[in-house]
Every structure is written in structure tokens, then in C-alpha cells.
């Protein structure tokens, strides 16, 4: 699915990617693709709709809005942030982990860029663990986001158009021209990593904690009750020792 969304943005100069985890305290949660496009990228993207300009209206249509729709993603109309960028954004929610890696597995495709996406839940006692791990390599450049299926659709380019082409026609290294961060939000954490194109592959490696505390609460009353009455139990018996070094009757003594 990202390597539709990124073939779009590699007709630009200027873009900026980020995609984000976003997991809630029960599990539930979100997968979000932005893409961002300066003035001069947009200028630069394809007039589709014939209209004499290129503005948000042509980067929506390439970005295949039916087919991200079709695949249970929400695509939201594209809007020019104070900075003069303009994003594209695409969301889908899951309902548990399981569904949150289906759906980062579908991202860039087995030898894409997102390599073993993997969110994880744990459930010791008085606590729920959340983690994300995985690998971002962006050794192949912009390459890395394609499929083989779209190469097929573009004719055998991934992006649409061979990346030398590409920084031919923007002037600049695609590694200055595209950015790529992800973010993963966990309960309790939240961190990012922002690998450039040509980097070694970054090992990703987060996690988060939610504390329920009632039941910590509750293991806490219990466990100081607990200790209360060994100690009351010890003390007692001191007494009892203490008392009959001292001369004191046993209690069997004292009823003849």
C-alpha cells in the first residue's frame, strides 16, 4: 500500500513521510501515511484534472483514493499546513496487535523498506506491555517503498519513473529531496526514528507500559496484610517464650 502512495510522492522535489503506530490502552489503535509536498513539489505533481494548475486536487487523484478506500483505509482530503506544505493522509484502525501487524505487513511488501513490523502485547500480572520492533531499510532508496506488483502496473518502474530521472528533473539527490520518519506511540512511550536513503538498516525497538493499578492496589493491601499477621503471629509466640523464661505458668498449668 505505501509504495502506491510514495510513487505518488516521488513526482515532487520536496516530500516528507511519516508513518505512525498509534496504539491505545486496550490494543485498539491506528496505522497513519502522511505525505507532505512543499509549494515548489506541488507545483511540480502532474495536472491531472486539466485545469491549468497543479494543486492539492491532482495529488489527491494520484494517489488512488479508490483503491486505498477498497483496502479499508481512510483518505483524507488534502490540506496546506501554515508552513506551506500540503499533506495527504491515509489511517486505518485496528482492534487488536494481530490486525495492527496484518496491516504493517501490507505497507511496503516482503523486501520493501519495513521489514518485520511487529506490534506485541504482554499481560503480567498488575500491567499490560506494549512493544513495536522491526527493521527500516533504505539501503535500495526510494526503490525500497515499490512492489513488484505496482512495478508491473507502471511499467516496471515501482515509482512510476527510474530515480535517476527522478533527481535529474528535481535537481537534488533523492536522500535531500525525501524524508522518512516513523513514530511509534505506545501507552505510556512514545519514540521515532528518522533513517535517511542509503543508510544501514535501524533496528526498531520500543515499548510502553499500561499499570492497572486497582490490582496493584489491592496485591499491595494484601501483601502488607499478610506480613501484619506473621508479625502478629511472631510476636505472639515471643510473648509466650518470653513468659515461661521467666517462671510464668504454661497455660496447661494454670487450669489444675
Request: charged share 25%.
Amino acid at each position: 500500500m505505501l509504495a502506491v502512495f510514495l510513487a505518488a510522492a516521488a513526482s515532487a522535489c520536496q516530500v516528507r513521510t511519516v508513518v505512525t503506530v498509534d496504539v491505545a490502552d486496550d490494543g485498539s489503535g491506528t496505522v497513519e501515511v502522511a505525505a507532505g509536498l512543499d509549494q515548489d513539489a506541488l507545483s511540480k505533481v502532474p495536472d491531472l484534472d486539466d485545469n491549468g494548475t497543479s494543486d492539492a486536487a491532482d495529488l489527491e487523484a494520484l494517489v488512488r483514493t479508490d483503491d486505498l478506500l477498497a483496502a479499508g483505509w481512510k483518505v483524507d482530503t488534502p490540506s496546506r499546513h501554515p508552513d506551506g506544505t500540503t499533506w495527504v493522509t491515509v489511517t486505518r484502525p485496528f482492534g487488536t496487535p494481530e490486525e495492527a501487524n496484518q496491516i504493517l505487513a501490507q505497507l511496503t511488501g516482503p523486501r520493501g523498506a519495513l521489514k518485520h513490523l511487529h506490534v506485541s502485547r504482554r499481560d503480567p500480572f498488575g500491567r499490560t506491555q506494549f512493544g513495536l520492533s522491526g527493521l527500516v531499510d533504505l539501503r535500495r532508496g526510494l526503490e525500497a517503498f515499490g512492489d513488484d506488483g505496482l512495478a508491473d502496473d507502471l511499467e516496471g518502474n515501482p515509482l512510476g519513473e527510474d530515480p535517476a530521472a527522478i533527481e535529474k528533473r528535481t535537481g537534488q539527490p533523492l536522500a535531500d529531496s525525501f524524508r522518512f520518519k516513523l513514530v511509534a506511540r505506545l501507552p505510556g512511550h512514545t519514540r521515532s526514528w528518522s533513517p535517511r536513503l542509503g543508510d544501514p538498516p535501524v533496528r526498531l525497538d520500543a515499548d510502553g507500559t499500561v499499570y492497572h493499578w486497582p490490582a496493584l492496589i489491592l496485591a499491595l493491601v494484601a501483601a502488607v496484610c499478610a506480613i501484619a499477621l506473621v508479625l502478629l503471629t511472631v510476636g505472639r509466640a515471643l510473648q509466650r517464650a518470653t513468659g515461661r523464661a521467666a517462671g510464668e505458668p504454661a497455660p496447661s498449668d494454670a487450669k489444675r
